[in-house]
């Protein structure tokens, strides 16, 4: 049964990573570092029961021609949405003077798919398509065996290059350090279990990654106008992500709250993924009970939740208040699954509170950025009494040296 509570205390949960966890994760990425593809294959074994022979997956997929049309039209709303994120550098002179900045895209990189209690085509293309978009030279992908031949045509379509059948922690040593079959890449991406988190915290500096994922999450601001069916179904559908997943909705009326719950209760019973959905709901759903509606948005703001649904009258009147949120849905007919797959936004969004200071996945995760400067002769002359007194400043008689050299 789902909690609900008046007023909130400022405290959710924060999920921690074991000390087991992490030296599991640890000599795994030490020994696939060492023993490479070898290494990957006994872990695939023990861990998916699959037997492998080579790694990568031929890209043939036998998928109807429906589902291919459908998944076309998602990755159409997912390029229209990551085409407008394209950069340009810039370059400026001004008496002797050049400066600018270029934007490249980054080489080669991992995307991680989730496998296991459930496969998502879906992360392919949120994750492929911006890659794609900013112009990398290679893009793979790691996800778990058997793989899925929907998985293989979504990378298809999103213009993947190649796919290997390998999963956690394993997989992101491989991308991470490269093996005899495994290309070493310059960033990983992607969402996975706490293997894979830990596991792309630890390989992050010898690569870059997108961000530190932990449970998926919703929150929820409705008034008792909102039909209280439609917003226990958005609750469930984030609930059956993870048994750690979490679901909370705020409101002012006690009566709308009851309702909620009640109706959490007579539909969970005909998720497939029920007994997911009612360990998330148990331990980690919420509502919480307000007594003006117009303090959710600094609950909000405080929470950072990954996705915010805004099931308000006039609900872009409260998108100015907001500013701590992965992805917000804007009114009754927004709910987050319409995120997840469809409207073209990126569903790979900060979670656990880290939308106080990060993104969702976008095309500048996949570009980097180059500067140069060029001055003059007389430029130089001009700036380098300002330099060689700025580095005598700072105890670097070197740097002011090698201005006045030039100046002589």
């Given at each position: 049964m789902i909690r609900i509570v008046r007023g909130y205390d400022g405290k959710l949960s924060l999920k921690t990573v074991s000390p087991d966890v992490s030296e599991t994760v640890r000599k795994i990425i030490n020994d696939v570092r060492l023993r490479g593809d070898e290494a990957v294959r006994e872990y695939e074994l023990k861990f998916d029961g699959a037997a492998l022979g080579s790694l990568e997956?031929?890209?043939n997929a036998d998928v109807?021609?429906?589902y291919t049309a459908m998944l076309e039209r998602c990755a159409e709303n997912i390029r229209a949405f990551h085409i407008r994120q394209l950069r340009e550098g810039f370059m400026f002179t001004k008496d002797g003077i050049v400066l600018g900045q270029r934007v490249i895209p980054l080489e080669k990189v991992g995307l991680y798919v989730p496998g296991g209690?459930?496969?998502?085509?879906?992360?392919?293309?949120?994750?492929?398509?911006?890659a794609v978009i900013a112009g990398c030279s290679e893009i793979v992908i790691a996800t778990p065996p058997p793989v899925r031949p929907e998985i293989i045509m979504a990378a298809k379509i999103a213009g993947v290059h190649r796919i290997f059948a390998m999963g956690g922690a394993q997989a992101v040593?491989?991308?991470a350090y490269g093996t005899e079959t495994v290309p070493r890449v310059d960033k990983i991406t992607g969402p996975g279990n706490v293997y894979v988190a830990e596991a792309k915290r630890q390989v992050f500096g010898q690569v870059s990654i997108d961000m530190v994922a932990g449970p998926s999450e919703i929150l929820i601001i409705a008034d008792r106008n909102n039909n209280p069916s439609h917003l226990a179904t958005d609750m469930l559908a984030q609930s059956e992500h993870d048994k750690s997943a979490r679901a909370v909705l705020i409101t002012d009326s006690s009566d709308f709250a009851e309702e909620v719950s009640r109706q959490i209760e007579e539909q969970i019973i005909r998720l497939e993924r029920r007994e997911i959905a009612r360990t998330s709901i148990d331990n980690e759903g919420m509502i919480i009970i307000v007594d003006e509606l117009s303090e959710a948005a600094g609950i909000a703001n405080e929470i950072a939740p990954e996705h915010l649904e805004l099931c308000v009258p006039e609900p872009f009147s409260w998108l100015g208040r907001i500013r701590n949120a992965g992805s917000v849905f804007l009114g009754a007919n927004s709910p987050e699954a319409l995120g997840d797959y469809y409207a073209g936004a990126n569903h790979t969004l900060p979670t656990m509170g880290t939308a106080r200071f990060s993104s969702p996945l976008s095309v500048d995760d996949f570009v980097k950025k180059s500067q140069f400067i060029y001055y003059s002769s007389e430029a130089l002359s001009k700036a380098s009494g300002d330099i060689e007194m700025f580095a005598r400043s700072e105890g670097l008689t070197g740097h002011a040296e090698s201005i006045a050299i030039r100046r002589e």
């Open positions: 997956v031929k890209m109807s021609p429906e209690t459930a496969s998502y085509p879906s992360s392919v293309l949120m994750n492929a398509i911006p040593a491989a991308l």
